[in-house]
């Protein structure tokens, strides 16, 4: 079955504890100055009052630092982290590069505890001030979006201001994630507190332990799926996820910047830890040397849903082409797409590329009339349309419009940027509060790719599989490869009862896999690790891994993606 929950053991001798009363006994006995990072998102009021009762339950006086409150003054704030150009536009920001100790101006002096006392010092920055013990606070990034979109969020040194998911997107998260990233190789201890009442703790060398040991395995990460106006109902009634849900439209299958990995015994026993953790201190055994030299620690490829059985159609958009990506919001590489149809038929549809006919002005006029006024108009008019053939795999490199009609579910095989949905027309869809939706469209307009239309795009993007090669009962296929796309899309066949085992090797480069039919595949590494995966999981197989063996499990037919950077 598909699992919500994939877990990984800790590595031998790895600290793992539940609780405060657990958490605070990690303490060393004697007088200590612990500093405890993490996001804006953390309750770190919560976090402190809880750790100072049960410390002072155990005869310890505790003294509380909130650096929170030692920010700089929040115009400082906005003019060290975004320029006048970005703070003109209303939908994107260039990713910031400022380090987090630009937004403080000086920090405070401390005052070493004595005896058995205990210094807490907690908030955004913590790691800045002298401490004996480092701890990291962490809430996975899905909770920050949450909380920003229902109005309870918080951008990072603006506690006073409304809280943006464009702030967040684009200005917080680069700025903590390097923050984050820098302090992972001297951690002593990890806190998951998606349960503030329950936190779960693992000790900084389990947890390195942990990843080393993972680095060179398979990999699966914690799958969600967030709601939308457009979503559908597939992965409610078919993966079991959240039925009282609105709908489940976007499915987070592997997002590097947000995915999680689960590290535990038990539910009631894990922490969830950042899979770019082990891209960060493992860069090589991840991506293999060649992509790690071009990507650095940026794990470049996602495999992602989106679900729109009993639900509309998504915007028609494009993604940024290279050259803009990186000027204008400081990408190094751009969002590269394909679809592959997990379910579609000949009578549901995906929007792809202009046609032969089609007048960018005229486009430009509708799109604003639909924007401005609210006039209905129909993209097939510009846009072409192909059935939605489930299995088929269509190709959307940077400026193709495209989007994928009602009814379908699409495994989306792209490149890792994934918030720049340059959008269109979005069939006049209110937002959340029932006003007219606000779009992008000068900045689609601006990478819209008018060269590639009509037969070029049926041909170059809409590919048929090629046989690459077979054994006894299998073959592997090229589904889609593009030379202005740095990645490519194949497809393991295993026929119905044939017992066939197929060999592979990442050669270097790491492979991300998603059974897209059939019950499911079985792993075996040359190094003897086993890993089951099951119909619409994915699976990350890191470089290190080498030769790996490929088994069908269930007597019919069984069909299993794969992505990996080209040579």
């Not at 405070?108 to 401490?131: E, K």
């Not at 979005?426 to 900045?443: F, I, K, N, S, T």
Request: charged share 25%; glycine share 8%; with cysteine.
């Amino acid at each position: 079955m598909y699992r919500l929950d994939p877990r990984y053991a800790p590595a031998p001798g790895a600290v793992l504890a539940t609780g405060w009363q657990a958490v605070a006994a990690q303490l060393p006995p004697g007088p200590v100055t612990v500093a405890v990072d993490g996001p804006p998102t953390v309750d770190w009021d919560g976090l402190a009052a809880r750790l100072t009762e049960e410390l002072t339950v155990r005869g310890r006086a505790v003294r509380t630092l909130d650096l929170r409150a030692h920010h700089a003054p929040p115009a400082t704030v906005r003019r060290r982290t975004e320029s006048a150009e970005d703070a003109e536009d209303p939908y994107y920001a260039k990713l910031a590069g400022t380090p987090l100790r630009d937004l403080f101006d000086d920090l405070p002096r401390t005052r070493p505890p004595t005896g058995r006392d205990v210094l807490l010092v907690h908030g955004p920055g913590a790691a800045f001030l002298a401490h004996d013990v480092l701890w990291y606070a962490d809430l996975p990034k899905r909770h920050a979006e949450a909380a920003v979109a229902a109005g309870t969020g918080r951008n990072l040194g603006l506690p006073g201001a409304k809280a943006t998911l464009r702030r967040l997107f684009y200005i917080d998260w680069p700025v903590l994630d390097r923050h984050r990233d820098a302090l992972a190789p001297r951690l002593d201890g990890w806190l998951d507190v998606q349960n503030p009442a329950r936190p779960a703790y693992v000790d900084g060398t389990g947890l390195r332990a942990t990843l080393a040991d993972l680095a060179h395995r398979p990999v699966r990460t914690r799958p969600y799926f967030n709601s939308t106006p457009w979503g559908g109902h597939w992965a409610q009634r078919r993966l079991g996820f959240d039925p009282a849900a609105r709908n489940t439209a976007l499915g987070y299958e592997l997002i590097a910047p947000e995915a999680g990995v689960l590290i535990g015994t038990h539910p009631g026993q894990q922490v969830e830890v950042p899979f770019q953790l082990l891209c960060v201190l493992h860069p090589e055994a991840m991506l293999g040397p060649h992509v790690a030299a071009r990507f650095g620690t940026s794990f470049p490829i996602r495999f992602d849903y989106l679900d729109t059985v009993g639900g509309g159609n998504l915007s028609v958009h494009c993604h940024p082409k290279e050259r803009y990506m990186r000027e204008r919001f400081g990408w190094s590489y751009t969002q590269h797409e394909t679809y592959y149809m997990t379910l579609g038929s000949p009578d549901t549809r995906v929007f792809l590329g202009l046609r032969e006919d089609a007048d960018p002005v005229r486009f430009r006029k509708e799109i604003e009339e639909a924007a401005h006024d609210g006039v209905p108009m129909n993209p097939e008019d510009h846009v072409m349309t192909f059935p939605a053939e489930q299995g088929r795999l269509f190709m959307i490199p940077a400026g193709t419009p495209h989007a994928s009609g009602a009814g379908n579910v699409v495994l989306e095989i792209s490149a890792t940027p994934y918030l720049y949905s340059l959008r269109f027309y979005d069939w006049l869809r209110p937002d959340a509060d029932g006003r007219p939706r606000q779009l992008p469209y000068e900045h689609g307009l601006a990478n819209l790719e008018t060269e590639r239309r009509g037969a070029a795009v049926a041909h170059d993007l809409v590919q048929e599989p090629r046989t690459l090669r077979a054994g006894h009962g299998w073959r592997e296929e090229l589904l889609g490869a593009l030379d202005e796309m740095f990645y490519e899309v194949r497809r393991h066949v295993f026929d119905a009862d044939a017992d066939a085992v197929a060999d592979d090797d990442t050669a270097g480069r790491f492979h991300v896999l998603n059974v897209v039919e059939g019950e499911g595949v079985l792993l075996r590494t040359a190094a003897g690790e086993r890993h089951t995966l099951a119909y619409a999981e994915t699976l990350t197989v890191p470089a290190a891994v080498g030769p790996y063996r490929l088994a069908a499990v269930g007597d019919a037919p069984v069909k299993v993606v794969k992505a990996l950077v080209r040579p």
